[in-house]
C-alpha cells in the first residue's frame, strides 16, 4: 500500500524530506514493471514504475525508469519516502512524493529496481562486446612466415667442443690424466686407424 502526495517547494538544498509533505492526492499499489517498446527498429524493454489503483486497476501514474536521469530518488530522512518523475502520454513530467506504509514493501520496491538497472546493464555490455565482434572479424594481423626472393638463411652450428681433460690447463690435471692426453695427442699425428707408421730401418733399401 502507498500514498501520492503533492510536493510543496524544496526546503533543503541537500534533498527532499518526506517530513514536509501534507496533501496526499492518492493511494493504491506500486507495480515495477517491464515493457517492451521499438525504438528505431530495435526492440527493447524498459522499465517502469506503475502506479495503479487498487479498486479499478487503473493506471494513476507512470513513472518510466530506463533512459531517464534521476528518475527515483529517496528522501533523506527516510527510507520509506520516494520523489517519483511521472510522465503523461505527451512526455510532459512532473515530479510527486511516493510513501510506503511498510519498510518491508519499500525495501522490495528498491530491489525491484536496483535487479532492473542490472539487468539493463549486463544487456547493454552484451550488445556492446558483441558489435566489437563483429566490427573486429578479419580484422587479425597475420604475420608472413615465407622466405622472399634473395633472402637468406643463417644457421649458426655448436663447434664441436674438445674434452674435459683437454680443455683443463696441465696444472690442474693428475698425472695419469696428463699421460693419457699425451698418449692421446701423439696417437693423433701418427698413421690412421691407431697404428704406428713403418720405421725406415724396417724397409730394405731398393738402390
Same mark, same amino acid.
Request: hydrophobic share 30%; with cysteine; net charge positive.
Given at each position: 500500500?502507498?500514498h ?10 541537500? %534533498? ?11 493511494? +493504491?499499489?506500486?507495480?515495477? *514493471? @517491464?515493457?517492451?517498446r /521499438? ?5 527493447e ?8 489503483? %487498487? ?9 518510466p525508469?530506463? +533512459?531517464?536521469?534521476?528518475? *527515483? @530518488?529517496r528522501?533523506? /530522512?527516510s ?6 518523475r ?12 511516493l ?5 518491508n ?9 536496483e535487479?532492473?538497472?542490472k539487468e539493463?546493464?549486463?544487456?547493454k ?5 558483441a ?10 594481423t ?10 637468406k ?54 738402390i
Amino acid at each position: 500500500n502507498a500514498h501520492v502526495f503533492k510536493l510543496p517547494p524544496r526546503q533543503s538544498g541537500s %534533498g527532499w524530506r518526506g517530513a514536509d509533505w501534507q496533501e496526499k492526492v492518492w493511494q +493504491g499499489t506500486v507495480k515495477v *514493471v @517491464e515493457r517492451k517498446r /521499438d525504438r528505431e527498429g530495435v526492440e527493447e524493454e524498459e522499465t517502469m514504475i506503475l502506479l495503479v489503483d %487498487g479498486t479499478n486497476s487503473s493506471i494513476f501514474a507512470v513513472c518510466p525508469v530506463t +533512459g531517464r536521469h534521476n528518475p *527515483v @530518488e529517496r528522501c533523506i /530522512d527516510s527510507s520509506r519516502y520516494f520523489v517519483l518523475r511521472i510522465e503523461n502520454g505527451a512526455g510532459r513530467a512532473m515530479f510527486i512524493g511516493l510513501a510506503f506504509n511498510e519498510r518491508n514493501d519499500a525495501f522490495d520496491f528498491n530491489i525491484a529496481l536496483e535487479d532492473s538497472r542490472k539487468e539493463k546493464e549486463a544487456e547493454k555490455n552484451a550488445r556492446q562486446a558483441a558489435f566489437s565482434r563483429h566490427n573486429n572479424t578479419g580484422k587479425e594481423t597475420r604475420v608472413d612466415y615465407s622466405i622472399k626472393a634473395g633472402q637468406k638463411i643463417h644457421i649458426a652450428l655448436p663447434k664441436k667442443s674438445s674434452t674435459n681433460e683437454e680443455r683443463e690447463s696441465p696444472e690442474k690435471l693428475s698425472a695419469a690424466a696428463r699421460r693419457r692426453a699425451s698418449r692421446r695427442k701423439g696417437t693423433g699425428s701418427r698413421g690412421g686407424a691407431g697404428m704406428l707408421a713403418p720405421s725406415a730401418r724396417d724397409t730394405p733399401s731398393r738402390i
